[in-house]
């Protein structure tokens, strides 16, 4: 058989044509008003995704360097913060915090267990003094969202900041930052904003803004001034991710066009159908507060994990995620994220019944293809 | 819902990405080395395709094109020949040799009903002055593959040659040329050979060629003496389709690689996934001698056809073909062949399914799709 190559993971995420094609053109040069303008699309486009009036800061990094100028603009030695850990990304923000000398004081959670904003508000109490919040609205490692904006609503009373990795999440699942009250919002291109890896963004609210002024952590290359200084000028500091702005702006055309909440029905969509799929061969759910950006499912008994994934990503070229950290070998994550559409949810999930029936998992063959297509059927419009 | 366009029409075909992207490198010109090099690896690489010692001539056209370069090459006005149509593309044949006043006896079959050697043994006695037999091997518009080896079997015992259109069949199914005796083959670039359209192959065997001496039939741009003379000088004689070319050489890299054995098994096996699937939901192919590159399935009692595929198409994204001619809106297609695998079957299988839910017709939803992944667990090794 030729073996073609699928990819269903949270992020990367397929990539519209339109936006692919764009990184074959001849390169342009940065410090031009071509690229200028191209950029400032870019960089005004991406407040209709974060929902915001304020800045966002474009910066050629990982997700996890927008984390990390977040800590290194915001906070000073010692600093008390809060972090929220219900995942492998959750976990992230207290390695963070902890590298940078600050005082972290880390709610961890079991992987999936909801997480309130009055829980939120509680833990505040106990730890007056925090000066930020640190939180992911989308855990692809357990496959939930968390409700940002009761969190929101708790930082809210207190002089605490907001700070939210929204970086699987911003595009596929509401998360407007001025709405509800987010005080910086981490955002990375290989999401929901369907490019490839390279770009980070970032933006601050007033609140945000001014922690910047008494931060004393050192920065460079993160440090936002530097960022709001050159955007003024319609350009970067330091030498942008030329291709993949050219990219962003491609893909944002086909944001705005979609609309957000288009997009977030339709990820709504292709996750109900990946939940009903799975649920229909018998299989569960990690997650009590599940996603629509990634479903991370149990491996059922007398299943070798890491067998399956191999054996789907392998052997039929399905690119789904398995378990990470503690849950390696006991999960697999089908995601439904970026520029997929309703077959390659039909293509993970036969692909998943094909390894089950390789490994002697009792199950009615085609049950969880026909479950989600009965989803497409009622809620395809 | 974001929709994503899904192509498995019988031509074009997916296009494997390695040869996508060539089309997008700057451009080279065709009087050089390098070029050279490109070409005669195409021209020498085709023979294995063609299963042939022959010159394998590459023409700047559709695969029609190198159909009318047999016709026009090899006969004179008034010759008799002899042409087979039982599709679409059968009648072609007959239509190009009346346009070029040849006097043509026509074998009109009903669609998707067999013909043998034994049968044209008959035709062969009751026109002995037949100087060519045209054939098809793959008729897409049926969803057949005729029996061509038998075909030769038929014409070697007598002077007429067998012209064998191989344009969508060849790569995807057994012909080959020089074992089974066929006098002419052509093929075309945007079927098995996994390219765009543009690029048609065309080789003859020695007693293909002795006509050609004999023809008076006038010819410029089609004329195969001018091809075998720029052969030697490893090009072509008019400008050649350079990305094509290149484009092409990848591809046949990849087939190579892969080999043929197994590309007809991987087509056969497809084809099986899809009978299977298409059966288990009470649908009937229009074939007798289904062949492995498109199934042709007949449009159940009670659904309108057109609108079927329309909804498969326009909805759902998913690019299969409807019937032509006076099968139009009673038949849909279903391709296997060129760069696809088996989640493209479900794909179109599953967009099937829910565009007949849409319209009544009563079946168990995922029976066929469970039918094709009972093929690929069985077969794919």
């Known amino acids: 058989m030729i073996k073609k190559t699928y990819l269903v993971s949270p992020g990367p995420v397929p990539i519209p044509e339109d936006a692919l094609v764009e990184a074959a053109r001849p390169i342009i040069h940065h410090r031009t008003d071509i690229f200028s303008g191209i950029f400032m699309e870019v960089a005004e486009g991406m407040k209709y995704v974060f ?25 000073s030695p010692g600093d008390e913060v809060i972090t929220i850990n219900g995942g492998k990304f959750g976990e992230r923000w207290g390695e963070i915090a902890r590298a940078w000398g600050l005082n972290v004081h880390e709610i961890v959670l079991e992987w999936g267990q909801p997480f309130t904003g009055e829980q939120l508000a509680e833990e505040l109490k106990k730890y007056p003094k925090a000066k930020a919040v640190f939180a992911t609205l989308s855990e692809t ?17 207190t002089d605490a900041v907001l700070v939210v990795d929204a970086i699987s999440g911003l595009g596929a699942t509401p998360c407007p930052m001025d709405e509800w009250g987010v005080d910086v919002l981490v955002a990375g291109s290989q999401k929901a904003l369907m490019i490839p890896p390279g770009l980070a963004y970032i933006a601050l609210s007033e609140k945000a803004w001014k922690l910047t002024e008494t931060s004393t952590l050192p920065k460079y290359y993160f440090d936002l001034k530097a960022y709001k200084k050159s955007l003024g000028k319609k350009t970067t500091p330091y030498t942008p991710a030329i291709t993949l702005i050219i990219q962003q702006k491609k893909t944002l055309e086909f944001i705005k066009k979609i609309g957000l909440e288009t997009l977030f029905e339709h990820h709504r969509i292709l996750a109900d159908a990946t939940r009903s ?9 990690l997650s009590k507060i599940p996603g629509n ?33 503690h849950y390696k070998g006991k999960l697999f994550r089908i995601a439904h994220l970026g520029y ?8 993970a999930l036969s692909a998943v019944e094909m390894a089950l029936d390789e490994q002697g998992y009792k199950f009615e063959m085609g049950a969880s293809v026909k479950a989600a297509m009965e989803v497409f059927r009622r809620e395809w419009k």
Chains 1, 2 share one sequence.
């Open 277 to 285: 799929g799975v649920k229909a061969i018998g299989l569960e759910l």
């Open 141 to 157: 490692s357990s496959g939930s969202v968390y409700d940002i904006k009761s969190f929101a609503q708790a930082t809210a009373k």
């Open 293 to 325: 950006i990634a479903t991370a499912v149990k491996v059922p008994e007398g299943v070798d994990g890491a067998a399956l994934v191999k054996t789907v990503q392998k052997k039929y070229g399905v690119y789904i995620a398995g378990g990470q950290s």
């Open 340 to 347: 997929m559409g309703a077959f390659d949810i039909i293509t």
């Open 51 to 75: 929902g915001t009036k304020r800045d966002v800061f474009i910066l050629a990094s990982s997700g996890t360097g927008a984390m990390e100028a977040a800590v290194a603009n915001l906070l």
